[in-house]
């Protein structure tokens, strides 16, 4: 470390990190837009120039990206030469840019945009005509391409280089003729194409299951986890009104994901916005399934327990440690066995970040006891107990409807999950909230705890599941009370 | 003009001299020979280069000495090293390294390994533009001579040094001229320079220490080893030492590329050299080094053609090719066309020239047409100060801020006249052509 100062305040910084990085780390704001903290420096934009004095050589305007921390280095990011350079650099910027924002998604998060509004230029001095580029080229399902827009900072270019290390995009023709395009016009391919609409500084990249779905600043941001892999890469997921899941981005985590994350987890958010969900409970009577109190379904459910010597519980790998450490705590006063639908590795792995294994919180779940059954092995189960309790999002999915079909007639089969399960077997259906809905925490395969973000309001009368739980405990005899059969 | 020794185009003038048998009988690789068996250590041609005060002759005058000993102890440092001649020539006014590859390419593979001999380099990469055809085919069959008889290659004449000469074409980009450039091309990549620092010297080629020198520059090296560094030192001006092949085109009577001392004047080598300005008419302004330097006016003639005096005149010496525009030429149409070059040539990479360079072209092609603006000649002048200087990562950007500035400081009557009349007085009607870039 070296002690620097920047603006006036004494810093320590990391020579082998770029002044900019120092700079961002204490709050000094300094644009950029070829810079990105994952990807290696390259120095081309020319917009984070700062004035830079080293020794006893007088200051220079430098770029603060490719320049290093030297002890006593002397930074002025706000002196007039830096405003200036920094403002003749954005003007180039700006020659052919579209300022097409009233459309743009971009608009709102665009690079280009707050530090043309933070400089406050408002006048053009271009009497030319703007580069006529193609508006709307897509780069295959994931990307669509506005050259117009494109500042050719390169960061996606250098993402495929860098991150998942198959080079894919490329800088075509010289100069202002510069294009982004891939090798004669093919398709992107790979599941980490999502990440250069996040890195585009600008609306050039962007989403097309995102293009023209809202403005981003009538989004509610969370922080939350996503569920896909064993990963549980961090996320920021975005909600459009208080309904539906619009868009799921990574979030900066260097202990898990960096900047990061795959399109799997990226656009993985139909189920949470599924339509069609249980709101409410369901439970059996003479005519099958009808609408009941969720206090009435729990009832139900306690009187199976109560009275049902060999019941399994067969929880989702979706659980959170806090509904897992509820559970297992009520399934004791009943002795009833409690076991994970191991869901088999799905071939997504990579060196990446995707670890092929569909369980969020595997580690979690076993680190409490709870073994993970494969679903095969589960249908067996099921065939020799008398009732079986279904708890957790996506349970039924991961089972197999048709596996619970095939369960005796005689046992009795409990669902705690978003949708109804309509079998001759079921004898109570409880709603319970999903990942966008709930709070809780995941642990992921390396031990870090993913904390979930309830996004969004769950449908009425869905509460979470840790809540059901609390009143099943509430509803319950008290284990001493079970006798023998508590363990 | 004083009479003067010549030495660097003496055997290009004789026909037949790039063979081998006729370049040997010439005298050719005496000096390679008095290296190899004198026993003359890297370091003593390095301090003999040092002593002949050589500067570079790429445009950016170098010493070439200091930069050779740039390079890392291979003591220190074991990694391989590489030579890279920068035989890229494409710089608007300049043809001087192409007649000395043409005519006399044994005298390039000759200094090329006294060069590599010098830097401890194991490997010489000869890039050469892609549209000199006939340079490299004469390079290379000279490379494959100099292979036969066993001067390139392992133990070069029973010494223990050896070294590899590899030809590359290029693929036609100015930009490649660019030493980082260059060097990126030679890996098989986009011609996009590279940050400096780190320096060549310590990071080049594939990240090896490198040296990357003008065929002109490494063609000296024979000469001074064979009559030593203080005979070179004692031809020119005191900061400026040596012959320079000066490549003069544009309205003169007599184009060409010619050899002189340093210390001769501008108008010595007009008048006496290439016949003076053509149809009699008189010199407007001129490039004393290339389409990057600063313009200087008729009245710069009188100027002493070496590094420090073109400098104090607020131009450069470049690479010694000298643009001459007579007094009937509209100076909006000149820089159209030189802007359109840069435009054409910058790699994209840093906005202000991505964005720049093409903006001085329109604007001067508007202004050209008839079609300029009031505020144009201003936005012109606040651009290429925008793009200048050391702003980029190369000096590409600063190569088109630096003939526009001194347009405009020298011609802003003459271009404010064509924006207030709506045309260009001095337009010639010329049959339309498209005016391209380097290639």
Not at chain 1, 176 to 192: A, H
Not at chain 2, 342 to 361: A, F, P
Request: charged share 25%; glycine share 10%; aromatic share 6%.
């Amino acid at each position: 470390m070296v002690k620097i100062t920047v603006n006036g305040q004494q810093i320590e910084a990391d020579p082998k990190k770029p002044l900019i990085h120092a700079c961002h780390s204490n709050d000094v704001d300094v644009p950029m837009y070829c810079y990105h903290p994952g990807l290696a420096p390259v120095g081309s934009c020319r917009i984070c120039q700062v004035d830079v004095k080293q020794g006893e050589a007088p200051s220079r305007v430098m770029v603060a990206c490719r320049t290093y921390p030297v002890e006593g280095m002397v930074v002025d990011t706000e002196s007039a030469r830096a405003h200036e350079t920094r403002r003749e650099c954005l003007e180039f910027l700006l020659k052919n840019h579209p300022l097409d924002c009233p459309i743009c998604d971009k608009a709102g998060e665009c690079d280009l945009q707050d530090f043309t509004y933070q400089e406050g230029q408002s006048a053009g001095r271009t009497h030319e005509e703007r580069r006529p580029l193609q508006k709307r080229k897509s780069l295959g399902d994931v990307i669509v391409l506005d050259e117009e827009r494109c500042i050719l900072c390169s960061r996606c270019v250098r993402f495929f280089e860098e991150i998942p290390k198959v080079a894919q995009l490329t800088v075509s023709d010289l100069g202002s003729r510069s294009v982004i395009s891939t090798f004669m016009d093919r398709p992107l391919q790979g599941k980490y194409q999502g990440n250069i609409a996040d890195l585009c500084p600008v609306g050039a990249l962007t989403l097309s299951k995102f293009r023209f779905q809202a403005r981003v600043w009538n989004l509610t941001k969370m922080a939350s986890t996503c569920g896909e892999c064993s990963r549980g890469c961090s996320t920021t997921v975005e909600v459009l009104r208080g309904s539906d899941v619009k868009r799921i981005r990574p979030r900066e985590n260097a202990a898990v994901n960096g900047w990061w994350m795959c399109d799997i987890g990226r656009f993985a958010f139909s189920h949470v916005n599924a339509p069609n969900r249980l709101e409410g409970s369901l439970v059996r009577e003479a005519q099958g399934l009808v609408i009941a109190r969720n206090e009435d379904a729990l009832c139900k459910v306690r009187d199976l327990l109560i009275t049902h010597r060999d019941s399994i519980f067969v929880v989702s790998p979706w659980l959170t440690i806090e509904e897992a450490q509820a559970l297992l705590d009520y399934s004791k006063r009943f002795g009833a066995h409690v076991m994970f639908v191991s869901v088999e590795a799905n071939g997504e792995a990579d060196k990446v970040l995707h670890t092929g294994d569909p369980c969020p919180n595997r580690r979690g779940l076993s680190e409490l006891g709870i073994p993970g059954v494969k679903a095969a092995e589960i249908a067996e189960r099921m065939m020799k107990a008398k009732l079986v309790v279904l708890v957790g999002e996506r349970v039924v999915e991961l089972v197999g409807a048709t596996a619970i079909a095939k369960v005796h007639q005689a046992t009795s089969v409990a669902v705690f999950d978003c949708h109804a399960l309509d079998l001759p077997q079921v004898e109570a259906c409880i709603g319970i909230a999903n990942s966008a809905e709930r709070t809780g925490t995941w642990v992921n395969v390396d031990g870090v705890h993913g904390p979930l973000a309830a996004v969004k309001p769950a449908p009425l009368n869905v509460r979470a599941l840790e809540r059901h739980l609390g009143d099943l405990v509430k509803l319950s005899p008290r284990s001493d009370a079970m006798g023998a059969r508590a363990r | 003009m004083k009479a003067f020794e010549t030495y660097l185009l003496d055997r290009a003038k004789k026909d037949g001299a790039h063979r081998l048998d006729e370049y040997k009988k010439l005298g050719g690789y005496k000096a390679l020979e008095k290296v190899l068996k004198t026993g003359l250590t890297p370091g003593a041609v390095i301090d003999e280069m040092k002593k002949s005060n050589l500067r570079g002759r790429g445009g950016a005058g170098f010493p070439t000495g200091m930069k050779w000993s740039f390079m890392p102890d291979p003591a220190k440092d074991p990694r391989p090293r590489y030579l890279a001649i920068n035989a890229d020539e494409s710089e608007p006014g300049t043809c001087k390294d192409r007649v000395l590859m043409e005519r006399d390419p044994h005298g390039l593979v000759e200094g090329s390994l006294i060069a590599a001999y010098a830097i401890r380099a194991q490997a010489v990469y000869i890039y050469v533009r892609g549209e000199y055809r006939k340079s490299h085919d004469r390079v290379r069959d000279a490379v494959l001579e100099a292979r036969a008889a066993k001067l390139v290659g392992k133990n070069i004449l029973g010494s223990d040094f050896s070294c590899e000469v590899f030809m590359h074409k290029g693929a036609g980009a100015y930009i490649c001229g660019e030493e980082t450039g260059l060097m990126e091309s030679l890996e098989g990549k986009r011609g996009h320079p590279r940050p400096k620092p780190p320096f060549p010297a310590m990071s080049g080629l594939w990240g090896k220490p490198t040296t990357v020198n003008n065929v002109e520059t490494v063609f000296n090296a024979p000469f001074i080893i064979e009559r030593g560094g203080a005979w070179l030192a004692g031809i020119g001006t005191k900061g400026s030492s040596g012959n320079f092949l000066c490549g003069i085109s544009g309205h003169v009577n007599k184009p060409g590329v010619y050899e002189l001392p340093f210390g001769v004047t501008a108008q010595e080598i007009v008048e006496e050299k290439a016949g003076g300005i053509w149809k009699g008419r008189g010199l407007k302004a001129w490039f004393p080094g290339g389409s990057s330097c600063a313009l200087l006016t008729g009245k710069d003639i009188d100027v002493v053609l070496d590094h420090d005096s073109l400098k104090a005149r607020g131009s450069s010496l470049g690479t010694a090719a000298m643009i001459m525009i007579d007094d009937q030429t509209s100076m909006a149409r000149v820089m159209e066309i030189i802007a359109r070059f840069y435009d054409h040539e910058s790699c994209g990479q840093c906005s202000q020239c991505r964005e720049g360079t093409q903006w001085l072209s329109q604007i001067f092609h508007r202004i050209a047409a008839g079609k300029g603006q009031p505020d144009d000649v201003d936005t012109l002048d606040a651009l290429a100060k925008g793009m200048a200087p050391g702003k980029t990562i190369c000096a590409l950007s600063d190569a088109a801020a630096i003939p526009t500035l001194s347009a405009i400081k020298l011609f802003r009557e003459e271009l404010m006249t064509c924006v207030r009349e709506k045309r260009d007085p001095l337009a010639v009607k010329q049959p339309e052509y498209a005016v391209v870039g380097a290639h």
